[in-house]
């Protein structure tokens, strides 16, 4: 889903100034309505800087830091496994091409489950 559904489209981008301030109180109920209603076991956020006023209300802010390219990563008390990470774009102008990035995020769920199980 997209964070802020309202953005401009001409040139297409995220939504800047009055735009982006009207939605800030409501993005992070409306991520948490989106991952209860689908009924997710894991969520993958693919996020630049524009989802942190989604994350305290989303009750994202306090997941444990992970090392970037990803933000956070953890298994929540809703037994869901958050992996929030760089956007795509991002994390391949930083270096982390498509598999590797993909494989760091894979791994990365199968760490913080298995230490969810133990």
């Known amino acids: 889903m997209n964070l802020f559904p309202c953005a401009p ?11 982006k301030e009207a939605q800030d109180p409501y993005v992070g109920e409306l991520l948490r309505a989106h991952i209860e209603q689908l009924d997710a076991r894991r969520v993958i956020a693919f996020v630049g800087p524009f989802w942190w006023p989604a994350a305290g209300p989303a009750g994202l802010a306090d997941l444990l830091i ?6 956070r990563a953890v298994v929540d008390a809703a037994d869901r496994t958050w992996i929030v990470g760089w956007h795509s774009a991002g994390a391949s102008r ?4 498509p598999a590797r990035y993909a494989e760091l995020i894979a ?11 133990a």
């Open 107 to 117: 791994e990365t769920i199968r760490n913080v489950e298995r230490a969810q199980d």
């Open 66 to 71: 992970a090392p970037e390219p990803l933000l």
């Open 9 to 19: 489209q001409d040139p297409k981008g995220n939504p800047a100034g009055a735009l």
């Open 94 to 97: 930083h270096g982390w091409g």
